[in-house]
C-alpha cells in the first residue's frame, strides 16, 4: 500500500512540476484602429492573436466626430495603432498621445504608398456650371477600394503583427493570405454587377466614393456637401440641381453617418431618389458588422439606385 501511495504521489508532483514549468499563453496583441473598417480587417488577419478596439462610434462621422475622456483609457496599452492618415482622423491621432505615457513603436496608415486621388475632384467643377472653390489636399477614403486594401493595408499589418508577436508570424500570413482571396472574390462581384448597370453617374453625400468610382467605372458627379460637416448653401444646391439635369443624374446616395436634408432637397426637384451608402458600419450594425458585408450592403444600394 506504501509503495502505491508512493507511485501516485510522485505522478502527482510530476503533473505540478509540469503545469509550474508550462509558459504562460501569449497575451494578445492590443490594437487601436481609428475607423471600423480598419479595426475588422485586423481582426480578419489577427484572429484570436488581437483585441482591438474600434475608437469612432457607429454612427458618428469620421469627419466632425470628437472623442470623450473616457476614451483615453481603452487606448493607454495598445502596442498597435491603425489609422486612415492624410489629414481624416487627426483627432485619433491626439487620442492616442494623449492615452500614452510613451510613443507607440508600430503604426500603421493606411493611406502610406498609395497615389491618393485630389478633394478638388469631389467639389463643384466650373466646366460643369458650379462655381464651388477647390480645396487643396489629398483625398483618404482608400478603404472603400478593395484592391488598395488587399495590395497595401493587408501586407502593412500583416508586418506589423509580425514584427510585435514574431512567433505568430505565420498564423498572420496564412490569415492574411485567405482575406486577401475574399477581397478578390468582392473586387469581382463588383465589377460584375456595375458593368451591367445602364447608368453610372451619380451625387455623393460628400467625397468619399471617388476611388470606388474610379476603381468600377462609376461617375461621382458632384457631393451634396462640399466640404465634410459643412451644409451647402442654397445657391450650391441650384447648382447641384442644374449639374445632375444636365448630365441626366436622378440617384443621389446619402449617408447615416451625416444629415440627408440637402439631398433630399435636390431629389425632390429632380425627381430623382436618396438612397444610403455606409463608408463605415460598425459592430451591432445590421448587415455591416464586417469590412465584406459593408461593402456587400453598398453593392447592394448601387444595383438597385442605379438600373
Known amino acids: 500500500m506504501k509503495s502505491r501511495g508512493l507511485v501516485v504521489g510522485v505522478a502527482l508532483l510530476g503533473i505540478l512540476m509540469q503545469t509550474a514549468s508550462a509558459p504562460a499563453a501569449p497575451q494578445p496583441i492590443k490594437v487601436a484602429a481609428s475607423i471600423f473598417p480598419l479595426a475588422d480587417i485586423v481582426r480578419q488577419i489577427g484572429g484570436k492573436r488581437v483585441t482591438?478596439?474600434?475608437?469612432?462610434?457607429?454612427?458618428?462621422s469620421e469627419h466632425t466626430f470628437e472623442p470623450s475622456a473616457s476614451q483615453i483609457r481603452q487606448v493607454a496599452d495598445a502596442s498597435l495603432y491603425v489609422r486612415v492618415g492624410a489629414g481624416l482622423d487627426g483627432w485619433a491621432d491626439k487620442l492616442i498621445a494623449s492615452a500614452r505615457?510613451?510613443?507607440l513603436t508600430v503604426t500603421v496608415t493606411a493611406t502610406?504608398?498609395?497615389r491618393l486621388l485630389a478633394v478638388a475632384e469631389q467639389q463643384l467643377h466650373p466646366e460643369n456650371g458650379g462655381d464651388a472653390?477647390?480645396?487643396d489636399g489629398d483625398d483618404p477614403h482608400v478603404w472603400l477600394d478593395p484592391i488598395l486594401v488587399r495590395d497595401h493595408l493587408l501586407p502593412a499589418v500583416t508586418d506589423a503583427l509580425s514584427q510585435l508577436s514574431p512567433a505568430d508570424a505565420s498564423y498572420f500570413k496564412t490569415n492574411s493570405k485567405n482575406y486577401a482571396l475574399a477581397l478578390t472574390r468582392l473586387d469581382q462581384e463588383l465589377r460584375s454587377s456595375i458593368d451591367k448597370l445602364p447608368r453610372k453617374g451619380f451625387i455623393a453625400m460628400h467625397g468619399a466614393w471617388a476611388y470606388l468610382a474610379k476603381r468600377y467605372g462609376?461617375?461621382?458627379v458632384a457631393a451634396v456637401e462640399p466640404f465634410p460637416g459643412k451644409e451647402p448653401s442654397a445657391r450650391y444646391l441650384v447648382q447641384l440641381v442644374s449639374i445632375a439635369r444636365k448630365q441626366g443624374v436622378t440617384t443621389i446616395f446619402a449617408e447615416p453617418q451625416l444629415p440627408a436634408k440637402g439631398a433630399q432637397v435636390i431629389a425632390a426637384e429632380i425627381g430623382g431618389r436618396v438612397l444610403l451608402l455606409d463608408p463605415l458600419g460598425g459592430e451591432g450594425v445590421a448587415g455591416r458588422d464586417s469590412y465584406l458585408g459593408l461593402m456587400r450592403h453598398n453593392l447592394a444600394?448601387?444595383?438597385g439606385g442605379m438600373r
Not at 52 to 60: D, W
Open 301 to 303: 444600394t448601387i444595383t
Open 133 to 135: 472653390d477647390h480645396h
Open 218 to 220: 462609376l461617375t461621382q
Open 52 to 60: 482591438v478596439t474600434t475608437l469612432l462610434p457607429a454612427g458618428a
Open 101 to 103: 505615457q510613451r510613443p
Open 112 to 114: 502610406n504608398g498609395i
